[in-house]
Each structure stands twice: as structure tokens, then as C-alpha cells.
């Protein structure tokens, strides 16, 4: 995400995460993954105290660390400085579809392992976490397709934000569902998510200056106070390190 103008776009819509579900929906054809690049960085910005948990069914660290050193954010240096922890989920499977409790024992030491490095961390950190999944849909994948386990997980993790206070960001490939109804697991996390970000293409195709669409959906408390639904539209364009943010009709 490039610094200034476009950055803080994208945070004076989303504004603070704590004690909340930001849920990511992107699409094979237009990817949401900047979207969480841009996150992490802020998150490990260093003029706080935040501390990321990091769950990735999708890459491997290596793999995190060569963009966000691209955006001025070195990964290897923060799990150093225990702000940053990595969860490594790519060969991870449940056990046998026929074993339904070996595979819900599976998730529940997941979560017993967040719960212990947040544990871990000094009292005044504590509230200062925010747990990322990359992605939802591999998740089921992993668990076997127990859409219920993968709700179950998310929501002990969904517990977090209201008892500790951190927040929770999640990705999700929401067109691998296209040829169905909306199943109950995509239903949940948009019920349960405070903040909502769809990563669309443009309805008209691929333009020279603009790649694709986000529409930021944030609703719930604002500064102490009840609020109503704010939505933001804004077409964005990636470039080699960084992703361009600006609102539809200033670009030509």
C-alpha cells in the first residue's frame, strides 16, 4: 500500500480495529491479499505496541516477509522483538473425515496455542493483538470441509475481541462459493464482522488506471458512540511495491 494520500483513505474508513472482526472478501480474478499486506504493516507500525498472531493457510513466511520488506516492514525482526508470530498452516490437515473429534481436538490446540503466546505477552500488550488468517477457505480446506469446525474456530477467536479487546482480520476467497447458495460460514463472519472489505473488478473490465474496486463497509461504535453504517467506494490500481487508492471518477 503506498504511504500518504491512499493509506489514509483506506484508514479513515476503516478507522480503529480494536476489539473487532475486519473481513476481507477478494475473488480469484481481483485479490484482497494488499489489502492485508497494508494491514500487518499498520499493525506492526513502530509507534505502537501492537503485537500479530498469524495463521497463514495460503504462503509461507518467506513469503510475507519479501512484500512487507518491499513496504519498510521487516518481519523476521519483529518475530525477533515478539511482536510478530507465525502460525506456518501449509501442511497442516485434520485428521480422517471419519474422525470428528480428532478433528475438532485439532482446532481446539490451534486456539490453545494463540491463547498461550497471547498469554505470554506483558498485561498492558495484551489488548493490543490483533490474530490474521490467510485464508478462511483453506481453512475448510485443511479441516476437510467441516465448514462447522472452521465456524466453531473462528468463533473462540471471535471471543478475544470482547474479552481482551483484540481484533481479528480475516481473508476469504468468497467466489470459491459462486455456484451455491451463500453458505452459513460466509453468513457468520458477516454477521459477526464490524468492519467489511470487498475487493470487486470493475463492472466495465480492466482500465489502464484502474484495477479494481473496493467498497468498505464499517458499521457499529465510532469514538465512544453508536453509529450508523458508513460505506466507502474507492478504485484502486497495484503497481510494483505498493497499491494506488483513489476514489472512482478522479482518474481519467
Not at 73 to 86: K, M, P, V
Not at 182 to 190: A, G, I
Not at 223 to 249: M, Q, W, Y
Request: proline share 3%.
Amino acid at each position: 500500500m503506498e504511504h500518504g494520500a491512499s493509506s489514509t483513505l483506506l484508514d479513515e474508513a476503516v478507522g480503529s480495529l480494536a476489539g473487532r472482526l475486519l473481513l476481507l472478501h477478494d475473488s480469484v480474478e481481483t485479490t484482497a491479499a494488499f489489502l492485508l499486506h497494508h494491514f500487518l504493516k499498520r499493525c506492526l507500525s513502530p509507534h505502537s505496541l501492537n503485537a500479530v498472531v498469524f495463521i497463514s493457510f495460503a504462503h509461507p513466511f518467506s513469503h510475507y516477509d519479501r512484500i512487507l520488506r518491499k513496504l519498510g516492514c521487516n518481519l523476521a525482526a519483529q518475530r525477533d522483538n515478539n511482536r510478530f508470530f507465525f502460525f506456518d498452516m501449509l501442511m497442516w490437515e485434520c485428521p480422517d473425515e471419519a474422525e470428528e473429534e480428532k478433528r475438532r481436538s485439532a482446532l481446539v490446540t490451534l486456539f490453545g496455542k494463540i491463547q498461550k503466546v497471547i498469554s505470554a505477552l506483558p498485561q498492558e500488550r495484551k489488548s493490543s493483538v490483533t490474530i490474521m488468517i490467510d485464508d478462511i477457505s483453506l481453512m475448510e480446506v485443511a479441516a476437510r470441509g467441516s465448514m462447522n469446525l472452521v465456524i466453531d474456530f473462528l468463533h473462540y477467536c471471535h471471543t478475544l475481541t470482547s474479552e481482551l479487546g483484540c481484533s481479528l482480520v480475516a481473508l476469504n476467497h468468497e467466489d470459491i462459493y459462486s455456484s451455491t447458495e451463500r453458505p452459513t460460514l460466509v453468513l457468520q463472519m458477516e454477521y459477526l464482522a464490524g468492519i467489511l472489505i470487498k475487493a470487486e473488478p470493475l463492472t466495465t473490465g480492466l482500465a489502464k488506471d484502474v484495477h479494481g474496486q473496493l467498497k468498505v463497509l464499517n458499521r457499529g461504535t465510532y469514538d465512544g458512540a453508536e453509529s450508523k453504517d458508513r460505506i466507502h467506494n474507492f478504485h484502486f490500481k497495484v503497481k510494483e511495491n505498493c497499491v494506488e487508492l483513489f476514489f472512482p471518477g478522479s482518474r481519467t
